[in-house]
Every structure is written in structure tokens, then in C-alpha cells.
């Protein structure tokens, strides 16, 4: 069996009893960082939820449901202007959904990381093609018994190619955020990697990260507008949120016509050096605005040195100026005194709206699907908790480009 390690009750959905997803469960992180700006709260009634741009798209979510039962893992597909939900692919359509990740629309297929929760300790994970009208499993992209299969994949997005003269002809390519290797230490042997796959899903190699000395547990990656791969990692995944070594961060840039690493663009302690004491903890989501901007999901301080009467310790979303390496701006997911509102996934929809999935650990807010304005920070609740969402995370539009994630506009 995999082991158990050191998990608080703010890690996990308050259903997020360990049972059979016993070790994997802990690669899915806990709840999000703090608070630089008010926001303002609607329900999915509004003016904007009324508006006929959004009268026939849906947004589809992958909801791991309830971790008792390794048969609850769906994909969803939401109706943005009434909110009703209703389950698109499930592992009675074919294949297996147990661990459901990072998910991008690539052509006519949905394709899904899975990460295959399991009492075995030597279980991989894969990645799956789904009919993108159907959701009925059509074949394994990277089969769980190949030799180069992730052992944890997470984020998942497909580009990255070339004929640019400097480096010749380069093909798209899948690049899959493995979170870990093994799951058993925060030793380097246990370090995660970012691998990159072929159209056809053959293993092409693993990006090198020469000259970054920190444990590297990649969850999130995105293209930018410059071409450049941008991931978002974080500390040993094998340690509970309050050590530490939890509240590590980083954002990394690499090229993927050299495949290397280019640049560590932010960290926890270049956040709190601009004088931001909320500073960054465990990154996952992350797009780019149509300014260029990067928005990346971060935690709350979790440690037992934070400060219990800051009221800017809250759950949020940072924005990035990834040139500067700065934050401009910051989305909290909710008040001081209020539940917690855990975000590990992201992405723009209609009318630059940011989508933000909820989950976590305060029953009063898991399962949400908030809509926001990131200039006014207004949010309206798109899915109430309760209406259909359990455990919700990556999130993904049919004409959301599946290397920059970015929303294409019909």
C-alpha cells in the first residue's frame, strides 16, 4: 500500500476521507492563498449570466467526486447560462476516469491525464482520448503500461511547435506536468519532471531542468504568448501543509525548442520580498489574459508561524507580470472571517471571464464554479455547491486553445 503521509483536515474536502485514494489524494494539494483586493459576491443570476452570449456554451470539469468511491470520477459539462449540470464522461463510457487531471480539447478528442488512485504503490497514471462530442473512451494516449508513463501526471497542454529557422522544424507535442515519481520520499530520486509526448503519444523526453536545485514538483503548465512553456510547481508533495517545506512555489519558464529551462520567473520569497506577506504557496492553474498577464492559484499560509489574526492570510489568485517576475494584482477567494475557498485550477471563458472551480475543505464552498471579472473582481456563482460538482479542478472551454488555454472567440 502506498503510505499515508501527514495530511490536516484543511488539506481535503471535509468528505475527503482517505479509503482508496489513500496516496494520490495528497498530490492534489489543499486549500488556496490570501487576499490583496476586495471582492464582491452575486449569484448566477445576474445581469451577466443573463446575457445571450453565453445562452448555448458549456465549460467541462473534471470532478473527482467522492473520494470513498473510485467509480465517482467524472468529466461535467456545465450550461453557463442556467448552471445545470450533467456528467459527459465517466468511466462507464469506456476506460478509466479514476484521478481525473488536467483536460484539453485537441481537434475532435478531450484529452485527460489520469492519475489512477490506488492502494498499489507502483500504480502509474496515463492519459486518456475521449470523443470530444461523446465522451466515450476511444483510446489510451500514453498507456498506463508503457515505460515512459507518468506516475502522477497533472497538467496537460499540446504544443510548442516550430519552423522557426534557429531550431529547425518541431511538430506539436503533449507536455504533462509529473507531479512525482514514486510517491515515497522528497528525495531527488522522487523528484517530478515535465514529459513531453509525441501527437501519436510516444515518449519524446523529459525537459531538462539543469540548474534548478530546489525539489521540483511540477502541477500546471501553460504556453505563454512568447512561445515559452510556463509550470508551476511546488514543495514535496510528501509533507503535511503545515511544514514548511509546504509553502514552497515556483513558477519556471522553459524552452521547448531547446527543452530546457530559461528562467525561474517567481518563487514564494520573490512574492513576500515585494513586501506581499501572503505571499506564494503551492501553485497549480495557471493561464495568460488577453494583456499577457498570468493568473496562477495559490494557497493560503498553512504553517504554524503564520500570523492568525492576518487578515490577508486567505485563499487566492495571483497576477503576474511574467517579465518582471512581480505580482500586479491579486483575486481573494474569500473574506478573512469566511469559509475557505481552495482553487487548484483556472481558466478564461467568454467575455474574459475567469472561471474558477472550488475545491477543498470547508463544505460551505466546495463544488462551487465561480465566473469573475478580474477588473471589477466581481464573481458570481455559476454552480452552487450542492448542484452538481463534488470535488471540482481543471476546467476547460471546446475552443479553449490547447497550448495556451486561452479562450478562442467563435
Known amino acids: 500500500m502506498k503510505p499515508a503521509f501527514p495530511v490536516s483536515s484543511e488539506?481535503?474536502?471535509?468528505?475527503?476521507?482517505?479509503?482508496?485514494k489513500i496516496l494520490r489524494s495528497l498530490f492534489l494539494g489543499a486549500a488556496v492563498a490570501g487576499g490583496m483586493f476586495t471582492t464582491h459576491w452575486a449569484q448566477a443570476d445576474d445581469s451577466f449570466s443573463r446575457g445571450g452570449g453565453n445562452r448555448s456554451e458549456s465549460i467541462f470539469v473534471g470532478d473527482i467526486g467522492d473520494p470513498n468511491d473510485t467509480n465517482d470520477d467524472t468529466i461535467k459539462q456545465v450550461d453557463l447560462r442556467t448552471g445545470a449540470v450533467r456528467v459527459f464522461a465517466s468511466s462507464t463510457f469506456g476506460g478509466e476516469l479514476n484521478g481525473v487531471m488536467g483536460i484539453i480539447f485537441n481537434d475532435a478528442s478531450l484529452i485527460a491525464s489520469i492519475q489512477n488512485f490506488s492502494i498499489d504503490p507502483t500504480a502509474s497514471g496515463d492519459v486518456i482520448k475521449l470523443n470530444g462530442r461523446t465522451g466515450m473512451f476511444e483510446q489510451y494516449l500514453v498507456n498506463p503500461k508503457s515505460r515512459n508513463v507518468p506516475y502522477a501526471p497533472q497538467g496537460i497542454v499540446f504544443g510548442g511547435g516550430t519552423r522557426d529557422w534557429h531550431y529547425g522544424y518541431q511538430p506539436d507535442h503533449y507536455y504533462v506536468a509529473n507531479v512525482i515519481k514514486s510517491g515515497q520520499t522528497c528525495t531527488k530520486v522522487d523528484e517530478g519532471d515535465v514529459r513531453e509526448y509525441s501527437e501519436s503519444g510516444a515518449f519524446v523526453r523529459t525537459l531538462d531542468r539543469v540548474g534548478?536545485?530546489?525539489?521540483?514538483?511540477?502541477?500546471?503548465?501553460?504556453?505563454?504568448?512568447?512561445?515559452?512553456?510556463?509550470?508551476?510547481?511546488?514543495?514535496?508533495?510528501?509533507?503535511?501543509p503545515t511544514d514548511p517545506l509546504s509553502l514552497l512555489a515556483y513558477i519556471l519558464r522553459f524552452n521547448p525548442y531547446t527543452h530546457k529551462l530559461d528562467k525561474v520567473i517567481a518563487t514564494n520569497a520573490s512574492v513576500q520580498s515585494q513586501g506581499l506577506k501572503f505571499g506564494f504557496h503551492r501553485p497549480e492553474g495557471l493561464v495568460f489574459d488577453d494583456k499577457g498577464y498570468l493568473w496562477v492559484t495559490s494557497f493560503r499560509d498553512t504553517t504554524s508561524s503564520t500570523d492568525p489574526l492576518d487578515k490577508n492570510n486567505v485563499d487566492r489568485i495571483l497576477k503576474f507580470d511574467v517579465r518582471s517576475g512581480k505580482v500586479v494584482d491579486s483575486l481573494p477567494l474569500s473574506d478573512f472571517d469566511k469559509p475557505r475557498a481552495s482553487a487548484q485550477a483556472l481558466i478564461f471563458g467568454p467575455e474574459g471571464k475567469l472561471y474558477i472551480p472550488i475545491s477543498g475543505s470547508a463544505a460551505e464552498t466546495t463544488g462551487e464554479l465561480r465566473r469573475c471579472d478580474t477588473r471589477t473582481k466581481k464573481c458570481d456563482v455559476v454552480v452552487p455547491v450542492g448542484g452538481g460538482l463534488v470535488d471540482p479542478w481543471f476546467a476547460v472551454f471546446r475552443n479553449s486553445d490547447p497550448a495556451t488555454l486561452s479562450y478562442e472567440r467563435r
Do not use: E, K, N, Q
Not at 488539506?11 to 482508496?20: D, E, G, K, L
Not at 534548478?212 to 504556453?223: C, E, I, L, Q
Open 212 to 240: 534548478f536545485s530546489a525539489g521540483f514538483y511540477p502541477r500546471g503548465v501553460v504556453f505563454g504568448p512568447d512561445g515559452m512553456l510556463y509550470v508551476a510547481a511546488h514543495g514535496c508533495p510528501a509533507v503535511a
Open 11 to 20: 488539506t481535503r474536502h471535509a468528505r475527503a476521507v482517505f479509503a482508496s
